[in-house]
Structure formats: C-alpha cells, structure tokens
C-alpha cells in the first residue's frame, strides 16, 4: 500500500545537525512532488519545504531558509531533510507529505495526500 | 507570504448537529487561468497525522464521507460537517497551495457538546 516512513529523529545539542529521512513505497516515488511539515509540541501545522519530483526546484520556509536543505534519492525512493544549525523552536514531529504528481512547475501546487506517522526532533541542551 | 485564519478557534456541536468552520486568506488563492481554488481542508486526530478530507476547495478525497462539504473561492471558505459524528472530533487545517509557501491555518478544535 501507498506508504511514507520517517525516520532519524531524536535528541540534538542547539546548533546540531541531524538527518531526517523519510522511506516510500506503494507509488512512483520519483513523480511526486514531496514535502516536510512540523509540529511542535501542541501547535499547529507549519510547512517546512518541498521539492520537485526531479530535484530541480526547492522552496523553504522563512524560518529554516539558510539552514534546512531538502533533496531526495528518487533511485532509494527516499526523500531527506538535512537539518542544521537547530534551534530550540526547531523543536517538532516533522512529517513526510505527498503533493503533486506530474513534471511542470504547476504540479508543485497540489494538496499533500498522503502522511508519513512523523517522527520527533527535540532540540535541548 | 499568504496569511491563513480560521474561526471559531474551537466548537462544540451535538452529536447529528451541523458544524461549520471558516477559514480566510490573506490574498485570493483563485488561480484565473484555471478557475480553481488552491485551498484545502485536512483534519487531524490526536497523536495521527493530518488526513486530507478536501482539495480545491471543494472536491472530496475519495473515502471522505459525504457528510464533509467545503466551499467558497478567492479569499473566504467554509468547511461544513452536515451531521457531526462522533469519529469526527479533531482538530481541522485549511491550507494554501497557491504559493510555494504552503501556509496552514491554526487549526479549528471540533468537540461533541
């Protein structure tokens, strides 16, 4: 079936780096466009970055610009959030999501329909 | 940067009683090239992750009750739940995709009264 596993989350010192990853399976990886959202604890959605099914296009939020980098191994059907410099307010259950099927620059703008279950990242000292 | 809201910030509604959420958009996510709205609603129960209830403003995903309605275009949408079950309390998301920067709203808490 239609899957997304995250995996790599953890406890990280501030001004840490750490890995996240995100495993899919059950559809054609590589004509997605994929994303990252987080949680923090209590709060509501906040999406992080996205990425074009060929790896070509890449946007972020304000808030990790500079400092997060999303890419994907669309050979290992894997997407991957490379996460430093963290902060305590990096502080989330961040989520793997599906969005938009198909090889224009429009297919970016499509709905997220599929979730990985998340996976924690806590920044503390 | 588009701005989401959404009223109420939480409600309580009788089992089989209407519930209806509002969401507003900082600018229209009406794209006029195609006359669709990029807005859609998601609904997130406690410690699962977000499910996709509507895109498009409007077009159910496909499992989604009918019981669950979206509507509006440009700048003010309604998700309406016609007869609350006990299965939907949940916290709703409306969301922008018409910008690459995907914003979310803060969430609309639905309780059974």
């Known amino acids: 079936q239609v899957q997304l596993v995250e995996s790599g989350g953890g406890v990280v010192q501030p001004g840490r780096s750490l890995r996240l990853s995100c495993a899919a399976s059950g559809f054609t990886f590589s004509s997605y466009a994929m994303h990252w959202v987080r949680q923090a604890p209590g709060k509501g959605l906040e999406w992080v970055a996205v990425?074009?099914?060929?790896?070509?296009?890449?946007y972020y939020a304000d808030s990790v610009k500079g400092r997060f980098t999303i890419s994907r191994d669309n050979s290992k059907n894997t997407l991957y959030l490379q996460m430093n410099s963290l902060r305590a307010e990096d502080t989330a259950v961040y989520y793997c999501?599906?969005?938009?099927?198909?090889?224009?620059?429009?297919?970016?703008?499509?709905?997220?329909?599929?979730w990985g279950q998340g996976t924690m990242v806590t920044v503390s000292s | 940067d588009i701005v989401m809201t959404q009223s109420p910030d939480s409600l309580a509604v009788s089992l089989g009683e209407r519930a209806t959420i509002n969401c507003k958009s900082s600018?229209?996510?009406?794209?006029?090239?195609?006359?669709?709205?990029?807005l859609a609603w998601y609904q997130q129960k406690p410690g699962q992750p977000p499910k996709l209830l509507i895109y498009w403003a409007s077009t159910r995903e496909s499992g989604v009750p009918d019981r669950f309605s979206g509507s509006g275009s440009g700048t003010d949408f309604t998700l309406t739940i016609s007869s609350l079950q006990a299965e939907d309390v949940a916290v709703y998301y409306c969301?922008?995709?018409?910008?690459?920067?995907?914003?979310f709203g803060p969430g609309t808490k639905v309780d059974i009264k």
């Open positions: 600018q229209s996510v009406l794209y006029s090239s195609n006359n669709k709205n990029y």
């Open positions: 999501a599906r969005g938009g099927l198909g090889r224009t620059s429009l297919t970016l703008h499509r709905a997220f329909d599929i």
């Open positions: 969301q922008q995709y018409y910008s690459t920067e995907f914003t």
């Open positions: 990425i074009s099914y060929d790896g070509s296009n890449k």
